[in-house]
């Protein structure tokens, strides 16, 4: 289901590169050198009971997916779990160079403290939690634009061929089928879900300052399989912990990917 959008990204990247690709038979991104920063929502983290290395990178995240379907000149797989602006900064970029042709981003979560607030409101009652998501909402306004910022520019400086496609990240909860779903109340879920729309809304900002940058919403990928949805591609509070409020394979591969395609 996947090849057709895949050949036609492709196949579009290429002409916007002056690429010839051989083969119309298969998708194939020969030519461009695609390199994968961010966090755990672009390393894989909850897509996989088996990852490839203590980043917690998956087969199934959507960089790995992408690679396989396109088959690109080159593919550096950087994103590690527990990223934020500044360790991508400073033990991810080093991938980045002149020949750097497409570059893909997930950041700013961890930066203002996002798996705190899960825990938050998991563990206390509704005050404990509105008061982490308002802590994470001012620091999201204040401090992470500057963040994003730099490393914008740092990825701009040391990739300046290069297009980069920032991905945001989803509501977590569905949250017209919030009543009849367990779990967090609806007053936790609509926080939470506001709390990702600002962070949304403040990447997509600082990305717009950027002409070689792209945002690409995922929110829109995810309607339909949201917490409380009949078919979810995100889990909800899980062992292992740290899969929890992240994507399933299915959300890698049904959100992520077509997200990062259109991105192209």
């Known amino acids: 289901m996947r090849r057709s959008p895949l050949l036609a990204s492709a196949v579009a990247l290429a002409a916007a590169l002056g690429i010839t690709l051989g083969g119309a038979s298969s998708a194939s991104a020969g030519g461009v050198n695609y390199v994968a920063l961010g966090d755990s929502y672009s390393s894989g983290v909850g897509s996989t009971s088996n990852y490839l290395n203590s980043c917690d990178q998956s087969t199934a995240a959507y960089p790995y997916l992408y690679d396989t379907a396109t088959n690109p000149s080159s593919f550096s797989f950087q994103a590690c779990t527990g990223a934020t602006t500044s360790s991508t900064e400073s033990s991810q970029l080093g991938a980045l160079n002149s020949?750097?042709?497409l570059v893909s981003v997930t950041d700013g979560g961890n930066d203002v403290g996002f798996s705190t607030v899960m825990e938050d409101c998991v563990l206390g009652d509704d005050s404990y939690c509105l008061s982490a998501i308002h802590?994470?909402?001012?620091?999201?306004?204040?401090?992470?634009?500057?963040?994003?910022?730099?490393?914008y520019s740092d990825i701009r400086s040391d990739a300046p061929n290069a297009h980069v496609v920032v991905l945001g990240y989803p509501e977590f909860y569905d949250l017209s089928q919030s009543s009849s779903c367990v779990g967090l109340d609806s007053t936790k879920r609509t926080a939470l879900d506001q709390g990702a729309d600002l962070l949304d809304s403040v990447i997509a900002g600082e990305v717009a300052k950027y002409g070689n940058f792209t945002f690409k919403d995922v929110r829109p990928y995810f309607a339909g399989h949201q917490l409380c949805d009949s078919d979810e591609w995100l889990h909800s509070l899980t062992w292992p912990i740290s899969d929890s409020y992240h994507p399933t394979a299915a959300g890698q591969s049904g959100a992520y990917l077509p997200a990062f395609e259109a991105g192209l």
């Open 99 to 101: 020949g750097t042709t």
């Open 135 to 151: 802590t994470a909402e001012n620091t999201t306004k204040n401090q992470l634009p500057g963040w994003l910022d730099t490393l």
